[in-house]
């Protein structure tokens, strides 16, 4: 049971802000006004009462003192003794409350008057005649210097009848007009202390009837969504919110229940199934998570809101990002909640008060957490050390990496800032962080701070360069020391692996395991694994009908019948080798002219990092060297390549990578590149043929491409015309065999064994 407040918890809660003044006034105001309408109207009643009463009293005083002088003032003025009739008013000279007395002669002309009130003057005043003429007692109130005073004036007559003259007796009423000011302090007092009053005893009421349940059903819900039932407030059946608790134990108990069920199921099946899918990840995340949920973090987000520049609407999409389309299949099959910056300019109108959102939109399976970003910390920390920094030094592209000091710690602030938000949503038991690739290198030590016991894997979606590479960076030791916080990182090939643990035996004080393939830092061990990463199947599937209109569109607006189609489909980015691609495009034509006429180049490029100067650049430079290539070979119909620059979504790419009887991706750098397996799962007929770069990640699996060093062009425009010459037979068993590889390692498979890795390691911390 909560108990009374003591006044000092009372004054502390209204005081730290914990009731807002404006909720307290909100459900006292109608009551204030009208308490004080009531009591001021009272004080005015009070007030007139009182002056009336002390008027009357003075009156009444004047009337019988006037009275008693009267005689004596008649034989003053019969025997017009001046010096008695200065004795008669200065009777009262001496009298507690200022009052006086003045004689007047029967014409009216003043004969004496008390000394404190010697500047009165026989003025024409018009109730002294009143009197004269009358004969007849009066009072007046009237103002004399800065006071008001009373008078009451009695005519003086002889024994016959005649008129002598007339008394006034002179009351200074200042003291009436005091009293009535000590009465209206006195009202103004009482109100203001129940003013006071009424809103404590608003905010008490408040606070025990709504705000004290409401914080202990809060705390309730938090530790009970946490699983910490002894820190869970008592709320009794009885309680304001107990039918509500127990509702929610009843729901929680059954899904419990459900989870278990769901849980020993999942296991069953996952041993049964071979190829991995999305049911069978969601069964490994059941049997292997259980009640909690992943938490994944990473820069881009899975779905940004943006207005349309066209039609002024919002609208919802997914970034060209390799680490989206990994990582977001995952999500949907695992539910949890993805921490990314909100970079849509819409973003803020979608989400919750905590910053929250559920998506997919259509179809919501996770939460969606949007950190924000200024500008200043999104150019320092994204576009400056991340981009210009960590994405040069990595891939070796020859394109010198940027690191300005100013970067570096805008870089250490942003990932604070995510290190705390995704804090916020760890359970409190069996709490799992899988963090994205090389903009978050400090925060897996960061979040290991606050939570120990939480499992924190990172995975690096890029190359990892040889040491004698990362060691130009002046950052080394605080960038590795930050990822050694986590307790595994991943990355695509055991190459990058074997890499990375070089470089931090040769460059950091640690040990390095090769046995285990770890390294341990001050008594902390990181596994360090090759996980492949891959697709999910929506490339891999019969050609829709729709698709197939669609298909029939693209070809004839774009007079590709009849045509080699080659495709290519990338971010507009120096590591990918578009340049290059180009390059061989023209060569692969100048060598082999049979072809003009014959072969067509599609590429679709999404604009990329514009901000920074040398994407605007190759952006620039690429447009460029299309068009004077297309010039070179432009016979009045025909152009070699046609050059599609924007965002395309997943459903308008499919139909390209449809028609496209040869793939090239010529990546000078790249860490997998899931264009390679996307257009392999979208080639369902196994035709067609992909040109894959040697310096990709994919190339280690996809052995059934064609190699190719893009550096070398003759080379590179050599293997356009094998691909263009490849019999049906052999691209069918090439096509065939990279299905069935990724197939079998696709995306779902890459999760499972990150997510298992993951969870037999916090077994070990539970141990
Ligand atoms: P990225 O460098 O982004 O990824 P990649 O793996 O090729 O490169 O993925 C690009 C994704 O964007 C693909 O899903 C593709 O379909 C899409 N995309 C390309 N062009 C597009 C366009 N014009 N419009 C819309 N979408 C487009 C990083 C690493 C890679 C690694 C991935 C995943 O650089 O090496 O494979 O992460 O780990």
Redesign the pocket.
Known sequence: MVGPPSWYQLAVFLFKGKVKMKKILFFTLPLLIIVSVVILLFGVIQVHSQEDRLMDDLRRKAETVAESVELSAKYVLINNDMSGALRLVGKFQNKRRAQGAAIYGKDGRLVAVTERFKDWKDEDRQYHKDVLKKKAAKDNLSKFKKIYVYSYIVPVMDDKGELLGMVEMIYDTSYVFARSMDTWKSIIATLVVLVISLILIAALFLRQMFMVPMEKLTSWFKHFQNGESSKMPCIGKKDDMGGLVSEVEQVALSLKVARKTVSDAASARIDKEEIWTESKLKDLVHAKLGDSSLVVVSNREPFMHVIDEKTGKVKCVRP????V??IDPIMRACGGTWVAQGSGNADRQFVNSKDKLGVPPEDIRYILKRVWLTQEEEEGFYYGFSNEGLWPLCHITHTRPIFRETDWQMYKEVNRRFADSVVEELPAKNAFVFIQDYHFTLAGRMIKEKRPDATVALFW??PWPNTEVFSICPYQQEILDGMLGCDLIGF?VQYHCNNFLDTANRLLECRVDNEKNSIVRAGKETLVRPFP?SIDSQFDSAVSAGESVEIEKIKNDLNLKDKIVAVG???I?YTKGIVERVLAVDRFLEKYPEYKGRFVFVQ???PSRTKITRYHDLSEEIDQLVEKKNSKYFDGSWKPIIYLK?????EE?KPYYRIGDICIVSSLH??????AK?YVAAKTDLSGTLILSKFT?ASRELTDAIAVNPYSIEEFADSIKTACEMSAEEKRQRMESMRRNIQEHNVYRWAANIISEMTGLQKKWTL
């Open positions: 060209a990002s390799g680490v389309t990994a979606h890029i695509h990463i489909v990338d971010r980015d679709l490029s999404a924007r965002y395309f979504t997943p790419i790249d860490g997998m590149n899931l264009v996307e990640g």
